[in-house]
């Protein structure tokens, strides 16, 4: 009765149970050392003896267990009670595959560590090996693709031009991408404000650190505190519950570029200045604050200063975001790069679609340097490639604008050719067209041919045939 007693006894069968799985590993393992709280040797059995050099269990009891054997991580198990489950420890030459786990006395108090070797061979791990570096693999590549979804593909050479705005910007963009100021980029819509931020970002020190974009005013009011600097689990109802990551969070060592920062609201821009000055954030639903290092370049289309005299923008908050500012220049008002622009344009458009090789004629480019382009480059964009969908041949004309340009456009197109209140003939506009093209190509390189035949990406020769077809003067022509 006393042992059928014994064997339903919990207490019985847990000891047995120790006993026997420490049996058992004992008969499988390749070797097991165990050391008391101090980290000296309290057993070791005769299977580990060859390894570890001795000859007699002896050798080892009441040593260190750095002295049998050194670099040892069983100390650090004994004094923290946290194990090692898998691990691999070199020993003579030899990689061993070990688990180290504590020692607990009947109060569970560590009173010392256990080791077993379990494999001295990496052979039979080589499935599980294999799989870890499969899934290590499959981590690289995830970051990868995340890294190259936040990754700015723009840089300086993608903002073409050389009129004055232009270059004016370019220098002082050049200057930011070597600090880490905040920048403010001002300008009408569409003249390439997140491209120059994106290419300030690749000529930086941060270029392999991700680049994240977010439109001001595309995010609701009630969510926008939570995009900007993330959410706690739970932070409020409908909340995702493992939390989320804000913008800043994503973009910490990057760049920030913040368009249409004229939008954001009262309340946030107070939070905003303060992650620009501490340089931290605090999670929505948080009482914790964490630093974060981000490069911030913000954008506008309308007024700041304005704003800020209605009272809809914080002073302080400009003046924070207005240490360099760069002001890009509408399209009009850099028609002298608009061949240089429209062939970029061109490249891109063709690029991304099924048009073959695309050419602009100067007549085409007098059609278009005749527009005001209130879209500026965005709408520039936009009418190439629809002049490409409708062209047959992709050699576009100052036919193809005139169709296609808004209503209105025809008649100041026509205008400087009207003859008694009649208009002329379309080849004499378009002549009048290549004309003033050439003209502006003059006046933009100040009268340097090689320059101004760069920006109608035609040869100097050509430019000097033209120039003498209309009678233009331009210096002696080429020998």
């Not at 480059?377 to 036919?399: F, H, Q």
Request: aromatic content about 6%; some cysteine.
């Amino acid at each position: 009765m006393a042992a059928a007693s014994s064997i339903s006894d919990p207490a019985y069968l847990r000891a047995r149970a120790m006993e026997t799985l420490f049996e058992r590993l004992e008969n499988l393992c390749e070797g097991a050392i165990a050391i008391d709280r101090g980290g000296r040797v309290v057993y070791v059995n005769e299977k580990y003896l060859a390894a570890l050099g001795l000859k007699h269990i002896a050798e080892a009891i009441g040593r260190p267990i750095e002295e049998i054997i050194p670099n040892s991580l069983m100390r650090k198990v004994a004094e923290t009670g946290e194990p090692i489950l898998l691990d691999i420890m070199e020993l003579g030459g030899e990689q061993l595959v070990v688990t180290r786990m504590p020692i607990e006395d009947e109060h569970r108090k560590v009173i010392g560590a256990i080791g077993f070797v379990l494999y001295d061979h990496l052979e039979s791990l080589k499935p599980l090996l294999a799989r870890v570096s499969q899934l290590e693999s499959d981590l690289r590549l995830a970051r990868r693709q995340l890294s190259n979804a936040r990754a700015a593909r723009f840089t300086f050479a993608d903002f073409v031009g050389v009129t004055p705005g232009i270059a004016q910007a370019k220098e002082l963009a050049a200057r930011a991408a070597r600090q880490s100021v905040t920048v403010l980029l001002t300008g009408e819509t569409g003249t390439g404000k997140e491209m120059l931020a994106q290419a300030i970002h690749n000529a930086s020190s941060r270029a392999d650190k991700p680049f994240v974009s977010v439109n001001v005013a595309a995010i609701p009011d009630t969510l926008i505190e939570s995009e900007f600097f993330g959410t706690v689990p739970g932070a409020y109802t409908g909340a995702d519950r493992k939390g989320r990551e804000g913008k800043f969070r994503i973009a910490d060592g990057g760049t920030l570029f913040l368009d249409e920062i004229g939008e954001m609201p009262l309340q946030l821009q107070a939070k905003l200045l303060r992650v620009l000055q501490e340089r931290e954030i605090e999670p929505l639903g948080s009482d914790k604050v964490s630093k974060v290092d981000v490069r911030v370049v913000a954008a506008t289309n309308v007024d700041l200063r304005k704003r800020v005299s209605d009272g809809a923008f914080r002073a302080d908050l400009y003046y924070r975001l207005n240490v360099l500012s760069i002001d890009l220049p509408p399209l009009r008002d850099c028609l002298g790069d608009l061949p240089e622009i429209s062939a970029r344009l061109l490249e891109d458009i063709s690029a991304s679609g099924d048009y073959v090789s695309a050419k602009i004629t100067p007549s085409a480019l007098a059609a278009l340097a005749c527009y005001d382009w209130p879209g500026n480059v965005r709408e520039l964009r936009n009418i190439l490639e629809r002049a490409l969908i409708l062209s047959d041949s992709g050699r576009l004309t100052g036919d193809d604008f005139v169709r296609i340009l808004p209503v209105g456009t025809q008649t100041r197109l026509a205008a400087p050719v009207r003859a008694a209140g009649f208009v002329v003939p379309y080849a004499e506009a378009e002549a009048e067209f290549e004309k003033h093209t050439l003209e502006q190509a003059l006046a933009a390189s100040n009268g340097q041919i090689s320059e101004a035949a760069k920006m109608l990406r035609i040869s100097r020769a050509t430019f000097y045939k033209k120039l003498a077809k209309f009678g233009l003067a331009a210096g002696p022509a080429p020998v």
